[in-house]
């Protein structure tokens, strides 16, 4: 749903100046399905709407809930691609996760998505409808609100920026949805471009950037990006946009066992991450979740050890706790099962 072809109704219709206030509180406050629920419009708009610019383009597929309080949505977009939202709870935060593509072109081998290939990218509002459905979920099932958003669903997001960028626009605009822009972040694989690009946005949104690996030939494997990209470009794209924007920088770190995790390799990151300065980067472990690869998530031992080594080195660590992983709902399991891959790892 575009508001901007809603608003466009109203003008061929010459509604008056208000409707186009009531349309807006309708899609991001009453979190509205369709027209027909906005009781506020004349029946005749409604029906108008419904026809010519319906709340929703996305289709549901199927929906899980994990004990937990995660929710998952399986949607399709009209012409048939696949993607999934999650939300999770973390006490009274309810934390979404959205989508930016429908697959992904970057082909990390630990990663369910990346063996799907891309299908395409999705248009800020596939973007922002899959927030308004979770929001409408909370709301109605749990009372609660979205308190975060993630751009860590399916894809890369600098590999469709500007729609991303744009989604982001409407859910942190107070005539929109109105979340705060530092509630929001977006998780790259580290493609440079979009790293640079950020930098010179006025949204204070955070950025996130998906190590994973210390030194380039282990990087190599488990992301293949890295060949076009290697950590030392990353960590100066990584030193502009800090320059740029005086915020600092998440990374990301999945704990593989016997891959990754070991003492020495953490010592390693401390010296890759202290040369950005004192509290230039947080640094984020993520437990390892199973999607049918060789990989086995790391042991609490060698969690602790590894960020022992962070602590003492002075880079501030946390740990995430899995959620949803009952219902493959985890990082990394969002992967549509039986769709053919389009383009595979074009980096
Ligand atoms: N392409 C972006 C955003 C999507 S992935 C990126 O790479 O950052 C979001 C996060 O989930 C990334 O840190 C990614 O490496 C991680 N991830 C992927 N597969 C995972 C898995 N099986 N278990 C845990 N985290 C995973």
Redesign the pocket.
């Known amino acids: 749903m575009t508001l901007q072809t809603a608003i466009e109704v109203l003008k061929k219709e010459r509604a008056p100046a208000y409707r186009e206030r009531q349309l807006t509180h309708a899609v991001y406050a009453e979190l509205a399905e369709s027209w027909d629920e906005v009781s506020a419009l004349p029946k005749a708009l409604r029906e108008r709407l419904e026809r010519e610019s319906p709340l929703r383009t996305l289709t549901e597929q199927a929906s899980q809930r994990a004990e937990d309080g995660t929710i998952k949505l399986q949607l399709r977009t009209h012409d048939g691609y696949p993607l999934e939202a999650v939300a999770m709870s973390h006490g009274p935060r309810r934390t979404v996760c959205l989508s930016s593509q429908s697959g ?1 072109a ?1 082909a ?1 081998t ?3 998505t990346g063996r799907m290939g891309l299908g395409r990218n999705l248009t800020p509002d596939e973007i922002s409808e899959q927030l308004l459905r979770l929001a409408r979920l909370l709301r109605d099932e749990q009372d609660a609100k979205i308190s975060n958003v993630v ?2 669903g399916m ?3 600098f590999h469709n920026y500007d729609n991303v960028l744009s989604a982001i626009r409407t859910i942190n605009s107070p005539d929109a949805y109105g979340l705060g822009a530092r509630q929001i972040a977006i ?3 580290g493609w440079i471009p979009g790293i640079d690009k950020l930098g010179d946005e006025p949204m204070q949104v955070k950025l ?1 950037l ?1 190590l ?1 690996a210390p030194d380039d030939e282990l990087r190599s494997k488990l992301m293949p990006v890295t060949k076009r990209y290697p950590i030392s470009e990353l960590m100066q794209a990584c030193r502009r946009y800090r320059e740029k924007t005086r915020r600092r920088v998440f990374i ?1 770190y ?1 704990l593989l066992s016997g891959v990754n995790d070991s003492s020495q390799q953490a010592r390693q990151l401390v010296a890759l991450l202290a040369k950005g300065g004192p509290g230039a980067y947080h640094v984020n472990l ?1 437990a ?2 199973p ?1 049918g690869t060789e990989y086995v998530a790391a042991d609490d031992a060698a969690v602790r050890r590894f960020r022992g080594e962070l602590e003492k080195g002075a880079i501030g660590t946390s740990y995430r706790v899995s959620r949803g992983r009952g219902i493959e709902a ?4 969002l992967v549509m099962k039986g769709i053919p891959a389009r383009k595979r790892a074009a980096v």
Do not use: R
Not at 330 to 333: H, L, P, R
């Open positions: 992904c970057l990390c630990f990663c369910a751009m860590m894809g890369e997001p998780s790259t694989a996130a998906s994973h990301e999945l993520i390892y979740n999607t985890a990082c990394g399991q």
